[in-house]
Each structure stands twice: as structure tokens, then as C-alpha cells.
């Protein structure tokens, strides 16, 4: 039994990683501008189940939907292995469930952005809408997924009858908020930097020309990113300090991971503004983000399970 929730941790953790890569190539496919590779055809491209005589945007768009294919299929196969390895009510079960449905509502909003024509040049605004919904259930399904692979070792129900105090689930609840709050202003400003490339020269100037009148909202919009960021991330890296002075190791571990994460991102930030956000910066502050996110997920999940005995009865709050 042992051995195999080992193996299973090893595949729900291969799964997070997996998946996190195909986000990071979404995030190509949109900044070479490869959305609109495949036409305004869902599932087949340009009407054709394989294309013939691709261009460059074909092939980056349609690889991309390819891998996204099967981290569906991988998450699938999550889902069976939790059926099979643990009991009902079990938390990675929840996990896994809660993982295909995203997974599910992730190609959806992905075809949507196709068939409706949000890809390529268009900059209206119902695509910075569904860019930001985009990004809410990628960080839904990374955090589904993290989940299931963190339950794996753990008795069921462990976070469920957690006895932590209303006020720990609260900080815990306004943390992880405020990191998706900031997440979803981050898709709205990459796709501005995407659509309005960030021109060189000093700040004022920048600020000057994306606050001017003939500045598009998705410019506008530009500056409320890093001031939530900023304000957010320190709030963040507060309350995992706060929260994370406790004597167990784990949670003290995880802690120390979103506070460093926390410092990362927002130093990559800053790099990103200062290069005028080159692509490769877009991707990499992309996935340091992410790590955030599934590391504040890892850390409130240890925090509750900590302060939760064995027999379900809450341990003192520290």
C-alpha cells in the first residue's frame, strides 16, 4: 500500500509539472501571436484534423493544443489511479475530481478564445475578460492538482475537519485571494505587453504614454499590476511569516518557500520593467508566479493539517 501511494505521488506530482510546462506554452503561443494559427477552428485547425503545409504560427498553436490534449488524458489517468488507490471521502479523490473538472473547463475557455476570435491582434475588451477568467482556472487546476498530490500521504478528511481557527483560515483565505487577484491583473497586463509592446526609455516617460489620452485601456491598465503585486506580495509573504512560526517542520518549510518565492517574483517584476518586457521575461515571471501560487496552496494545506490532530481535535493556535 505504501508503495503505491508512493507511486501515485510521484504521478500526481509529474502531472503539476507537466501541466505547469503547457501553461508556459500557452504563454508563448501567446506572445508570438500564434492563437490565431489554426483559424477560428475548434477542435480541428483550419478545418483539418492534422494540418498540411503549416506556417510557423500553425505549428507552434497546434503543438500547444496537442500537449494540452494530453494533460488531459495524464489527468484522467490521476483521476482513475485516486479511484483506485484510496477510499471514499478521501481528500486526494476531491483533489483528482476537482482536477479534471478544471482541466475540462480549461479547453473550454481555450476554444472559446478561437472560435470567438480573442486571439492574434484583437484587443477588446471581453478578450482581457477571458484572459483573466483564463488565468483563474489555470490557477484553480494547479491548485486542484497540488492538492491531490499533497493528500496523498495524508489520512482522509485531514483539511476538512482541520480545527484551525476562523481567524487562521481567514488570513490563509485573503492571502491566496490576493495572490489570484494579482494574477489576474497579470494576464490583463501581459496581454498588453503583448498587443502594445513597452517602448523604451525612462520611467516617467513610459507612465506618460501609457496614462496619455490616446493610450488604450489595456495600457491604461498597465500600472495596476506591479502596485498590487507589490502591496499583495508583501501582504503575502507576511502572513506566511506570521502564520508559519510554528513548531512543525513542514509548515516552517513551506513558509520559508513563499516568502523566497514572494522576493523572486517581485524581483523578476522589476527585471520585467526594466527590459520593457521582453518574451522570455513574460515567460519566466509566468512561471515563478505559479510556483507561488501552488507554494501559498502547499503551505495553508500544511498549516491546517498541523494544527489538526489525529483524532480530528483541533491543536493549540500559534
Keep these: ?32 501571436g500564434s492563437g490565431a494559427g489554426c483559424g477560428q477552428h475548434w477542435p480541428t485547425c483550419h478545418g483539418e484534423i492534422v494540418p498540411i503545409s503549416p506556417t510557423i504560427e500553425t505549428i507552434i498553436e497546434f503543438s500547444h493544443r496537442v500537449t494540452s490534449g494530453l494533460c488531459g488524458i495524464i489527468v484522467l489517468a490521476l483521476l482513475i489511479a485516486a479511484l483506485r488507490g484510496f477510499p471514499r471521502g478521501h481528500t486526494a479523490r476531491v483533489g483528482a475530481w476537482l482536477a479534471l473538472v478544471f482541466t475540462i473547463t480549461e479547453a473550454l475557455i481555450g476554444a472559446g478564445l478561437v472560435r470567438f476570435g480573442l486571439v492574434g491582434h484583437n484587443d477588446s475588451v471581453a478578450r482581457a475578460v477571458v484572459m483573466a ?4 482556472n489555470t490557477s484553480l487546476l494547479t491548485g486542484a492538482i497540488a492538492l491531490t498530490a499533497w493528500a496523498a500521504g495524508r489520512d482522509p478528511g485531514a483539511v476538512t475537519r482541520s480545527g484551525a481557527s476562523r481567524r487562521v483560515r481567514w488570513l490563509l483565505g485573503a492571502s491566496l485571494g490576493g495572490l489570484v487577484l494579482v494574477g489576474l491583473s497579470g494576464a490583463v497586463t501581459a496581454l498588453g505587453d503583448t498587443l502594445y509592446p513597452v517602448e523604451a526609455g525612462a520611467l516617467a516617460e513610459r507612465l506618460q504614454r501609457d496614462l496619455g489620452a490616446g493610450a488604450h485601456f ?13 502591496g499583495l506580495g508583501f501582504f503575502t509573504a507576511v502572513i506566511a511569516h506570521h502564520l508559519g512560526n510554528t513548531a512543525a517542520p513542514a509548515v516552517r518549510r513551506a513558509s520559508a518557500w513563499v516568502m523566497i518565492l514572494v522576493f523572486a517574483q ?25 510556483a507561488l501560487w501552488v507554494a501559498a496552496v502547499l503551505f495553508s494545506l500544511e498549516l491546517l493539517y498541523a494544527q489538526t490532530g489525529l483524532d480530528g481535535r483541533a491543536r493549540p493556535d500559534r
Excluded at 508503495?3 to 503547457?22: C, D, E, K, P, Q
Excluded at 477568467?133 to 483563474?136: D, F, G, K, W, Y
Excluded at 489595456?218 to 507589490?230: F, G, K, S, Y
Aim: net charge positive; charged share 10%; glycine share 8%.
Design 1 to 32: 500500500m505504501a508503495a503505491a501511494r508512493a507511486r501515485f505521488r510521484s504521478l500526481a506530482w509529474g502531472t503539476l509539472a507537466y501541466t505547469v510546462l503547457v501553461i508556459l506554452f500557452g504563454a508563448v503561443v501567446r506572445i508570438t
Design 133 to 136: 477568467a483564463h488565468l483563474l
Design 218 to 230: 489595456l495600457q491604461r491598465l498597465r500600472l495596476m499590476h506591479p502596485v498590487l503585486a507589490c
Design 266 to 290: 517581485l524581483a523578476a517584476g522589476v527585471l520585467n520593467v526594466m527590459l520593457s518586457a521582453p518574451g522570455w521575461m513574460q515567460v519566466l515571471h509566468l512561471g515563478l508566479g505559479t
